[in-house]
C-alpha cells in the first residue's frame, strides 16, 4: 500500500460487547477511562456488559449506569443481567430493568445453563422486544452445543438470540442456518478471533487468552467467511485486566484481552486487506448490524461519526493506550488503517 493517506467519513461505528470494570476495578478500567478508549478507537457508542462487582442485575443498578452515562459522547448504554447475581438460577426484573433503560439482557461470562429460565427470561425478554445475548460456553459443552440448545428456546419462544463473541465453524454453521431459517438470530465476531488462531500465540503468554479461546485455523476462516457474508457483526469484547492477572503464564492468566483501541486497524487488515472484503460491507460490520440489536429508543437521532485514515502505516504502542490497561498481544503490530481521534 502507497504511504499516502486517505480519509474516510463514516457513520459512528458501535461495539456492543465491552467491559468496564465499574464497579469491582476500578484499576483495570473505569467508566471515564473506557470511555476515552473507545473515543481513541474510533467508536461512537459502546455498550458495557454487566458482570461488575456487584453485577447490574437490578433497576437500580441499571439506573446508576444509565446516570453515569451523561449522555455525552461516546454514547454509553448499559446490558443487564438475565438471572439475579449472573447465577443462572432466577430470572432477574427483566421489565423493570427494560424501563431503567438495559439495552439488552445477557449473563456474559456464563451461560444460562438451565432451559427453563432461559426460556422464562426469553418469553418475557419476547414481550418487552429486547435482545438476549448468550456468551455460549460451559464446562463439558462445545459453543455449538451451547448454540444448539440455544436456538430450540428461540425457536420456542420467538425472542430474538445474539450469539456473543462466536469462535468455531460448527457455530457459525449453526448461525448461518437459523438466520436461513428465518429465526430472529444474530452474532458477533471479536477482532481477535479474525486477526489470530491458536497457531499464533506465541510462547507461554497470557496475553493470548480468552473466551473463548483462539480457536484453529479453519474456524478463523469461517468466522471471517461469515463477517463477508455479512452474517456477524463485529464487537470487541474489550475485557481491561491488570497486568499481574495476565503476566503470569497462559494457564495462570485471566481471560480477555483490550481492544477498543486496535479494533479498526486489525478488523480492516483482516477483512478488507487480507480478505478483499469491501469498505462500505466492513464498516456495516461495525456501524449498522450492531444497532439491530439495541432498542432505537435509547439512540438518539444522530450520534458522532467515525473517521479514518488509511494509508499511512503505524504500530500499535500499548504504552499510549487511554484504557488503563494493557493485555493485548499487539504491542509493536503494524497496520495501515487508523480512526481518526
Ligand atoms: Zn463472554
Known amino acids: 500500500m502507497p504511504d499516502t ?4 467519513d463514516l457513520p459512528g461505528f458501535v461495539d456492543v460487547h465491552v467491559h468496564f ?11 471515564e477511562s473506557g470511555l476515552a478508549a473507545a473515543a481513541r478507537g474510533g467508536f461512537a457508542a459502546v455498550v458495557t456488559m454487566p458482570n461488575t462487582t456487584p453485577a447490574i442485575d437490578s433497576p437500580e443498578s441499571v439506573r446508576s449506569h444509565v446516570r453515569a452515562a451523561g ?9 443487564a443481567c438475565i438471572t439475579r447475581g449472573r447465577l443462572g438460577r432466577e430470572v432477574a426484573d427483566l421489565e423493570a430493568m427494560a424501563e431503567a433503560g438495559a439495552a439488552f439482557f445477557t449473563d456474559d461470562g456464563s451461560w444460562v445453563a438451565d432451559a427453563k429460565v432461559l426460556e422464562e427470561a426469553m418469553r418475557r425478554a419476547y414481550d418487552l422486544g429486547l435482545v438476549v445475548c448468550q456468551h455460549a460456553l460451559a464446562p463439558g459443552l462445545s459453543e455449538a452445543d451451547c448454540i ?6 428461540c425457536r420456542a419462544t420467538g425472542c430474538r438470540y445474539h450469539v456473543q463473541h462466536i469462535s468455531t465453524a460448527e457455530g457459525v454453521e449453526l448461525v448461518r442456518g437459523a438466520q436461513a431459517e428465518g429465526l430472529p438470530v444474530t452474532a458477533e465476531a471479536t477482532p481477535h478471533h479474525v486477526l489470530l488462531c491458536r497457531d499464533d500465540i506465541v510462547g507461554d503468554d497470557g496475553n493470548y487468552k480468552m473466551a473463548p479461546p483462539l480457536a ?10 461469515a463477517v463477508k457474508d455479512g452474517v456477524l457483526m463485529f464487537a470487541t469484547d474489550h475485557a481491561p485486566h491488570p497486568a499481574a492477572s ?8 485471566a481471560n480477555g484481552i ?3 483501541e486496535t479494533a479498526i486497524p486489525i478488523t480492516y487488515r483482516a477483512m478488507v486487506e487480507e480478505e478483499g472484503m469491501p469498505v462500505d460491507a466492513w464498516a456495516d460490520a461495525w456501524c449498522r448490524k450492531p444497532l439491530d440489536i439495541l432498542p432505537p429508543r435509547l439512540l438518539p437521532v444522530s450520534f458522532g461519526r467515525t473517521r479514518l485514515a488509511i494509508g499511512r502505516a503505524r504500530k500499535v504502542d500499548v504504552s499510549a493506550f487511554a484504557s488503563l490497561s494493557r493485555n493485548c498481544p499487539y504491542n509493536g503490530m503494524e497496520f495501515d488503517c487508523w480512526p481518526i481521534a
Not at 493517506?5 to 474516510?8: F, H, K, N
Not at 503476566?247 to 495462570?252: D, R, T
Open 71 to 79: 449522555g455525552g459522547s461516546p454514547l454509553l448504554l448499559t446490558s
Open 258 to 260: 483490550v481492544g477498543l
Open 21 to 31: 470494570r465499574d464497579p469491582g476495578a476500578p484499576a483495570a478500567e473505569t467508566t
Open 5 to 8: 493517506e486517505t480519509t474516510l
Open 216 to 225: 484453529g485455523g479453519e474456524d478463523r476462516a469461517e468466522v471471517r467467511k
Open 246 to 253: 495476565k503476566n503470569c503464564g497462559y494457564e495462570a492468566a
Open 148 to 153: 444448539r440448545r440455544d436456538l430450540s428456546v
